[in-house]
Protein backbone atom coordinates (compact mmCIF):
# COMPACT_ATOMS: atom_id res chain seq x y z
CA UNK A 1 0.00 0.00 0.00
CA UNK A 2 2.85 2.80 0.81
CA UNK A 3 4.51 1.83 -2.51
CA UNK A 4 0.85 2.61 -4.03
CA UNK A 5 0.95 5.57 -2.17
CA UNK A 6 4.20 6.73 -3.06
CA UNK A 7 4.42 5.71 -6.80
CA UNK A 8 1.10 8.20 -7.21
CA UNK A 9 2.94 10.66 -4.95
CA UNK A 10 5.91 10.91 -7.39
CA UNK A 11 3.42 10.80 -10.46
CA UNK A 12 1.64 13.88 -9.39
CA UNK A 13 5.21 15.62 -8.70
CA UNK A 14 6.29 14.88 -12.29
CA UNK A 15 3.19 16.01 -13.84
CA UNK A 16 3.16 19.43 -11.28
CA UNK A 17 6.57 19.82 -12.91
CA UNK A 18 5.39 19.44 -16.30
CA UNK A 19 5.41 22.34 -18.57
CA UNK A 20 1.39 20.78 -19.31
CA UNK A 21 1.09 21.35 -15.63
CA UNK A 22 -0.03 25.39 -16.08
CA UNK A 23 -1.87 24.51 -19.02
CA UNK A 24 -5.22 25.31 -19.01
CA UNK A 25 -8.32 26.69 -21.30
CA UNK A 26 -11.75 28.50 -21.15
CA UNK A 27 -14.08 28.61 -23.70
CA UNK A 28 -17.29 30.54 -24.60
CA UNK A 29 -18.74 30.41 -28.02
CA UNK A 30 -16.03 30.90 -30.66
CA UNK A 31 -13.69 31.98 -28.42
CA UNK A 32 -10.80 30.08 -26.68
CA UNK A 33 -8.47 31.50 -23.76
CA UNK A 34 -5.95 29.41 -23.28
CA UNK A 35 -3.07 29.58 -20.44
CA UNK A 36 -4.02 32.69 -18.63
CA UNK A 37 -1.02 34.00 -16.58
CA UNK A 38 0.83 36.40 -13.97
CA UNK A 39 4.28 36.53 -13.07
CA UNK A 40 4.87 36.22 -9.66
CA UNK A 41 5.67 40.00 -8.22
CA UNK A 42 7.96 41.69 -5.97
CA UNK A 43 6.70 42.62 -2.25
CA UNK A 44 7.14 46.19 -3.28
CA UNK A 45 4.91 45.82 -6.75
CA UNK A 46 2.46 47.89 -6.80
CA UNK A 47 1.36 46.50 -10.41
CA UNK A 48 0.98 43.07 -12.10
CA UNK A 49 0.68 41.61 -15.65
CA UNK A 50 -1.62 38.89 -17.03
CA UNK A 51 -0.65 37.27 -20.41
CA UNK A 52 -2.84 34.34 -21.89
CA UNK A 53 -3.79 33.66 -25.91
CA UNK A 54 -7.62 34.31 -27.59
CA UNK A 55 -8.32 32.24 -30.37
CA UNK A 56 -11.29 33.57 -32.23
CA UNK A 57 -12.62 30.02 -33.84
CA UNK A 58 -16.30 31.79 -34.77
CA UNK A 59 -17.16 33.16 -38.27
CA UNK A 60 -17.15 36.78 -36.73
CA UNK A 61 -15.25 39.51 -35.72
CA UNK A 62 -15.42 40.55 -32.12
CA UNK A 63 -12.89 41.72 -29.35
CA UNK A 64 -12.25 42.01 -26.21
CA UNK A 65 -13.54 45.14 -24.49
CA UNK A 66 -12.91 44.81 -20.64
CA UNK A 67 -11.46 42.73 -18.01
CA UNK A 68 -13.02 42.83 -14.21
CA UNK A 69 -11.14 41.35 -11.32
CA UNK A 70 -10.93 42.20 -7.95
CA UNK A 71 -8.06 45.07 -8.12
CA UNK A 72 -8.89 48.86 -7.81
CA UNK A 73 -7.88 49.20 -11.29
CA UNK A 74 -7.61 46.53 -14.32
CA UNK A 75 -6.90 47.50 -18.10
CA UNK A 76 -5.81 45.87 -21.46
CA UNK A 77 -2.25 47.91 -22.06
CA UNK A 78 -0.25 47.31 -25.09
CA UNK A 79 3.51 48.56 -25.29
CA UNK A 80 4.95 51.14 -27.48
CA UNK A 81 8.54 52.18 -27.89
CA UNK A 82 9.77 55.50 -28.82
CA UNK A 83 13.02 56.21 -28.95
CA UNK A 84 14.28 53.22 -26.89
CA UNK A 85 11.66 53.91 -24.10
CA UNK A 86 9.00 51.50 -24.12
CA UNK A 87 5.51 52.60 -22.77
CA UNK A 88 2.83 50.96 -21.86
CA UNK A 89 -0.53 52.75 -22.53
CA UNK A 90 -4.07 51.98 -22.06
CA UNK A 91 -5.88 50.56 -25.09
CA UNK A 92 -9.64 50.63 -25.00
CA UNK A 93 -10.59 47.30 -26.98
CA UNK A 94 -8.23 44.36 -28.27
CA UNK A 95 -9.64 43.28 -32.21
CA UNK A 96 -10.34 39.46 -32.73
CA UNK A 97 -10.35 38.84 -36.18
CA UNK A 98 -12.59 35.53 -37.02
CA UNK A 99 -9.99 32.51 -37.74
CA UNK A 100 -7.52 34.11 -35.70
CA UNK A 101 -5.19 34.03 -32.20
CA UNK A 102 -3.79 36.71 -30.84
CA UNK A 103 -1.35 36.86 -28.16
CA UNK A 104 -1.78 39.16 -24.89
CA UNK A 105 2.29 38.67 -23.94
CA UNK A 106 5.08 40.28 -22.18
CA UNK A 107 6.13 43.22 -24.70
CA UNK A 108 2.67 43.09 -26.23
CA UNK A 109 -0.47 43.63 -25.33
CA UNK A 110 -1.11 42.52 -21.75
CA UNK A 111 -4.38 42.66 -18.68
CA UNK A 112 -2.65 44.96 -16.21
CA UNK A 113 -3.63 44.32 -12.02
CA UNK A 114 -3.21 48.08 -10.35
CA UNK A 115 -3.16 48.50 -6.79
CA UNK A 116 -1.57 45.49 -5.44
CA UNK A 117 -0.26 47.80 -2.60
CA UNK A 118 1.57 44.90 -0.45
CA UNK A 119 0.16 42.21 -2.00
CA UNK A 120 2.17 40.49 -4.42
CA UNK A 121 0.93 37.67 -6.88
CA UNK A 122 2.82 34.58 -5.12
CA UNK A 123 3.74 31.35 -7.23
CA UNK A 124 0.36 29.20 -7.28
CA UNK A 125 -1.84 31.77 -6.34
CA UNK A 126 -4.88 32.03 -8.42
CA UNK A 127 -6.66 35.36 -9.76
CA UNK A 128 -10.46 34.94 -10.97
CA UNK A 129 -11.09 37.21 -13.45
CA UNK A 130 -13.97 37.87 -16.15
CA UNK A 131 -13.10 38.93 -19.83
CA UNK A 132 -15.78 41.12 -21.31
CA UNK A 133 -16.08 40.35 -25.21
CA UNK A 134 -18.07 42.58 -27.58
CA UNK A 135 -19.99 39.49 -28.95
CA UNK A 136 -19.41 36.43 -26.94
CA UNK A 137 -20.17 38.27 -24.00
CA UNK A 138 -18.25 37.84 -20.55
CA UNK A 139 -16.25 34.49 -19.93
CA UNK A 140 -14.78 33.55 -16.10
CA UNK A 141 -11.16 32.66 -16.63
CA UNK A 142 -8.39 32.00 -13.66
CA UNK A 143 -4.51 33.55 -14.27
CA UNK A 144 -2.35 31.13 -12.69
CA UNK A 145 0.54 32.57 -10.79
CA UNK A 146 3.90 31.15 -12.16
CA UNK A 147 7.39 31.72 -11.42
CA UNK A 148 9.42 34.13 -14.07
CA UNK A 149 11.08 32.28 -16.53
CA UNK A 150 8.47 29.91 -16.73
CA UNK A 151 8.34 27.86 -20.26
CA UNK A 152 6.73 29.74 -23.08
CA UNK A 153 6.96 33.26 -21.44
CA UNK A 154 9.30 35.95 -21.73
CA UNK A 155 10.70 37.23 -18.62
CA UNK A 156 9.55 41.18 -18.94
CA UNK A 157 9.47 42.79 -15.36
CA UNK A 158 6.16 44.43 -14.85
CA UNK A 159 7.02 45.08 -10.70
CA UNK A 160 7.48 48.74 -11.61
CA UNK A 161 5.13 51.79 -10.54
CA UNK A 162 2.26 51.99 -13.35
CA UNK A 163 0.57 55.83 -13.63
CA UNK A 164 -3.04 56.11 -15.10
CA UNK A 165 -1.74 57.69 -17.96
CA UNK A 166 0.85 55.29 -19.20
CA UNK A 167 5.01 54.64 -18.25
CA UNK A 168 7.94 54.67 -19.53
CA UNK A 169 10.85 52.48 -19.28
CA UNK A 170 14.18 52.35 -20.41
CA UNK A 171 15.65 49.40 -22.30
Given at each position: MKTHILAAAGAVALFALSPMAGAHEFTQGGI??????????APSA??????????NDGDEDDRLIAVRAEFPKVEIHTTLEENGVSKMVHVAAID??????????????????MGLDGDPFEVGEEI??????EKAGELDITFNVE?????????HDHDHDHGHDGHEMNH
Open positions: TVDHPMAFETRAGGGFMTIALPAGETVALEPGGYHVMFEATLVFARGAVGHSD
